[in-house]
Structures are given as C-alpha cells and as structure tokens.
C-alpha cells in the first residue's frame, strides 16, 4: 500500500503460555494519527510490544515503511525510526531529564523523521516547541518528577530520535482533563511535524478527539476499524468497549 | 604517631586493591545483574599475566619498561572478559538466577585449573619491580615505595571511572542500561554491547588489582577465591551493584582490617565478617544499595 508507515499481518504475540494477541491486522499510513482502543487487559500494550519488538511476534509479519521487521531486535527497530512512549513513561530515575534526551538524540538518525533535515542543535527545540514545560526540569532526575511529567518527558525523548512513526502506549492515562487536552494538542503538533502516530487509549473520547482513523481491540482481536465517528453507531463495539 | 601513619597507608594500600576487584564486580552486578563468582579468578589472572610478563618475559629489564608492562594483566583480563561474556553468560541471561550462579562458579574452577595448566603450582613472582622502587623512611621505620604507587592506581582509578560513569556518553547509555535494560533497548540502545563493554571493564578492573598487587606478593593458586571473599565483604558493606559503595566498602574494610591486624590480629577476619554482618543486619541492601 503506498503511503504505509506501519503495517501488521495477522500477528499472534504471547505473553508465556497464553496466547494474547490473535491474527491482528492494522496500518498506519504517513503522517496519520491512529489509535487503538480497548479495555483494559484487550492487547493495546502487547499489540505496541510487539510493534517494538519487546515481545516476540510467533506468527504474522510486521512491516515498517515497507520492509519486514518482525525478527529485528527493539533497538535495530528503534534506530530505522520507530519512537516508543511506554505507558509507566519508562523514565530512567537515577538520569536527569537531559540525559534522558542525550540517549535518544545521541542514536538519533541523521534523516531525522520521514526525511526531513536532521534536527539542529542538540535538537531540544523540537521537543520545546512541543512542550516548553520540559526546559524548566532538565536538570532534575526522572526520580522526582510528577507523573504528568514523566508522561511528557517520555513523549519527548521518543521525539529526540527523530522518529518516523511514534507509538504512544496510554499517553492520557492518570492525567487531570486538562491536562489531557494539553496532550492532545502536543500530538497533534507531533503529527503537523510529519510524525505518525499509533496511540494505545483505552478511553474511547480521548481517542477520538486525536485520531484520524481508529481500531477496537478486544481479546486479542481487532473487532473494529474505521473513522472515529463511525465506532458510536456501532453499538456491539461500543458495550464491548465501554464493558 | 608514626605507627599510626604506617597502619593508615596500609589500611589505604589494601583499600585501593579492594575497590578495584569489588569495584569491577558491582558494576558488572550493576548493569547486568550477574553475581560473576568467576571474578576472583579474573584477579588472579590478571596477577600471573603481570607476574609472568615482569618476573618472567621481561625479569632484569629497566624499571621503566616493567612499568610499562604492569598493566599487562588488566588488558589480559578485560580480554578474557570479552571473549567470555557473550560465549559463557549471555546465553543463561533468560535463565533462573541459580543457572547464573553455577555457570559462573564452575567459570571460577575451569579458571583456577587454567592457571595452574598454563603456570604450573607454584608461585610466581614478580618483586623485581617491587624491589626496585625501593623504601622511605616514615619515623624510625622503613616502607616500601611502591605501595604508594597503589595506593595512586587505586585513586587514579577511582576518578577515572566516577568520570567514565557520570561524564560521558557511555556512562549515561551504562547508568540506563543498568536502570532499565528493556527501554534502554526499546531508545535505540544495543543492549548486547553495553553489557560485553559493562563486563570488560569489570575483569579490567579486578586485572589491574591482580596486577599491581602481585610485585609486593607472589601470584599464587587460590589468590582469586580469597580476593572473591572479601570483595563480597566489601559489596555487602558498601551495596552490590554500587560503585560509591564499593569505594566506601572497601575503605572500611580496609581500616577494619588494618585495626584488626593491630589490636585483635588472632581474629582478624572474623572482625571483617562481623563487620559485614552488623551491616546486613542494620542495612541489609548495603550502605548504598537499594533495597
């Protein structure tokens, strides 16, 4: 398909012995914002593992900007340009912020997200533009930031590599409402920067005021996808997702 | 006064040589999460490559090029540790920590039996070196020159890894690799390399104590389990897998050593062990570990 970022084939991932995800399908094209929702426990995070290569896919293929990277360990996938924001933010306690940002920017590829020029500087001034907020704790530790932070911070280390596409797995998860529509607009500036992005959300109203397109997960399958105001009038996807 | 002096360089000498086999072992404990038993022997080793290039390779040769060749056993080591690490360890990194434990254990044996494969039985000795730095006198009492200069390794040592750790590109991929080795992989990090390069370092470091130990004392079968002994005192002190408790450690063992030896000498190291138990019990993490 011309125009993909990111492709998965009927991919089976496994947490153990149990089988969680079952022949999941889905794609994000070029600079389309796309989320996945589901309940809790429905496979958002082991669909954004196994995307990252933190869980082994068993079957299925995953593609990225057209080539198959299912058996590429997480830091070859992390390198060709796929930027990860886990849900717990991931944040390196003992570093402060700024050394969180030096690991990704150091790796970062010189391209820098789909091919636009490599970022100038120590390419902070992408992730200030996106959240100013971030200048102003750059020298405390991962340790001692709030949880809102840490979110922010993640997000914006997973920016210093310069990615192509960005997976986001619950990014409005814990965060006050306003906070939250601080969020949404910060990935929508991510987006208007040429950025893919894939969102894990299991809060089916956030998912909608960012996504362009939307897929529902539930056990290990997708059950829906389409446009975001699609999934309302849908009313066997809305009780399984609302429970 | 004088006494006092000579007991504090002494306790100071032996600290400097703790902290870099304990050192070495908390930082591979640190990043990778291995307690390597093998590490004593890594020691040794070190200490028969430096004794075997100094007292044997190059015996009557200019103090100068001895110098120069002291370090030959920290190389010896760290290039062991590279060839080992990804053949022997990363294989049962998945495994039960017990695996771990065993591999490394029998890596301790098949070391020791090299040793006395590729050196025979008996001791080795490398005191031209030693002997050639001469003494100077503190009061009324001679002391050997020499074991200042390691007591300045140890130092050198110390701030050259506090910079390596804290000041430089590898020291922050090291210090997240060590916090969380599954994101640290998901930035970007080859996780892989950061551990051969983790380990490396750690046998360079228990190398380079075997090696400027071993021209004031021979290298001999059985160093490398003793040296294993007290660096675990000294981790448990200071808390396996920090480098500031290591150096913290290894100077108190030091000092409670020292004072042992001066005023309890018949009990000596069950001081040591009581020490290491009183820590355990108050602070069971270790002074600087994390619970």
Redesign the interface.
Known sequence: MPGMMLELERIDTFRGPAQILRGVSLAVQHGEAVCLVGRNGAGKTTTIDSIMGLLPVRAGKVAFQGRDITRLPAHQRALLGIGYAPEDAGIFPDLTVEENFQITSWLARPGGAGGAPAPAGNGYERIFSIFPEVREFLTRRGLHLSGGQKKMVAISRAIALSPSVLLLDEPFEGLAPVVVTRFIEAVKAIKALGISVLIAESNLVNATRVADRLYAIDRGEIIFRGQPNEVFQNEDVMKTIRG | MEVLLIHLVNALLYASVLFLIAGGLSLIYGVMRIVNLAHGNLYAFGAYVTAWAIGGVAAGAPSSLLLVLLPAGAFAAAVLGAALEPTLLRPFYKRAEEYQLLVTFGLLMILEDLLRFIWGPYPLSASELFENFGSLTIGDSLYPTYNFLVIGVGIVAAVFLWAFIYKT?FG??L??TS??M??????????NRVYVQAFTLGCFMAGLGGAIVVPGQSAVLGMGVDALVLAFIVVVIGGLGSLEGALVGALIVGVVREAGIAWFPEIELAVLYLAAAIVLLVRPAGLFGRP
């Not at chain 2, 599954?182 to 996780?191: C, I, K, Y």
């Open positions: 590109r922050v991929v210090r997240a916090q969380n599954r994101m640290a992989s998901a930035l970007g990090v080859n996780v």
